[in-house]
């Protein structure tokens, strides 16, 4: 490759059971006295907060502590957490959670020292002024967001997700520490674990992938799919908890520096219509995004399915390819995946959503980057045939 290509990740990254400890050393390195943390109301009564609040206020660190924040982050919990913050008068950001609550305190740290509100900031680069200082110790081992240049933010007035880039958004920390996800329940290992096995494939086949973002994409592929079953059925085997930690990271920087695609561009009016969970949505398109993109991208997906496993090395890239849409098709199966009309979606609603959900997929600008650009009609088909 001879263009000009960047890696973009925190610094620095700190993965491994147990790191989520050094918490209070690594605020008071960026001088931190008073903090927000951002977290959600289960996480506060029965996960890892209490001890890690507790760890920072020891060390003299004083924590505040917002805990509204919901699935699919919106822009009043944004303005909540604010609120907080300013009465706090906190001089940085930390999060513990999954996707949301990170996605909900990359918002806040942004919008400290920026105007206006988060709704104005939609789209790409649009902050003129970094953000305070923001520490990621993500819960989950699927959004990736604790290392990404990205944050979705629900506008529930509009009903529609704001999908929001910048590298201003990118954690000055990230603390990946596996041990926080051994009490994840089946159905969101399955769910986030499958998100971010998208992001890996979406990232491997981008329209902006480079060098390193491949890089990172097929090693995240190999942990995700080598761990993700046995994570599922057996959630107290460690191995398989870290390897599905570090595939998420790893497939959270691919997309970070390579974009997503048509999947993520399906996905997000589909949690914002019928509030499905974000990881749920992705799964219920993958298989169908895939097949239709196949074409357009056999080698880079045969090469995929061959990191998987689930292909011959020998195999020609159209075997390869194609037997990578049923090894999707498998997992949503093993995994427990329900369909729209499964999840009782009603027929009537969804069909009179399927033209705003399709203009709001082209809107985003995701399907700009996969691998084959789809029309709106076409899009309305893969709705249709994911339901």
Known sequence: MTGTFQLLLPSPVVV??????????????????????VTDEYLLESGPVDGLVEALEATGIGTSVYSGTQP?????????????????????????????????????????RNPGGIAGYAGYDQFGEPGLPLIAVPTTAGSGSEVTRATVIADEDREVKLAIYDDKLIPTVALVDYTLTLSMPRDLTAHVGLDSLVHAIEAYVSRLATPLSDMLALEAVRQISTNLRTAFREPSDEAARAGMMLGATLAGAAFSNASLGLVHGMSRPIGAHFHIPHGLSNALVFPAVTRFSLDFARGRYASIARAMGV???????????????????????????????????????????????ADAAIASRSPEFNPRQPSAEEIVGLYREAY
């Open 16 to 37: 491994g059971g147990g790191v989520s400890q050094s918490l209070p050393d690594h605020a008071r390195r960026l001088g931190l006295g008073r903090v927000l943390l």
């Open 72 to 112: 699919d982050p919106t822009v009043a919990n944004v303005g909540e957490a604010m609120e907080m913050l300013h009465e706090h008068r906190g001089e940085g950001v930390i999060v513990i959670g999954g996707g949301s609550p990170i996605d909900a305190g990359k918002a806040v740290a942004i919008m400290a």
């Open 311 to 357: 292909a011959r090395g020998d195999a020609s890239d159209e075997v390869a390819s194609s037997e990578l849409v049923e090894e999707l098709e498998r997992l949503n199966e093993e995994l427990e995946i329900p369909s729209l009309r499964e999840l009782e979606v009603g027929a009537e609603a969804f069909e009179a959503a399927l033209a705003p959900m």
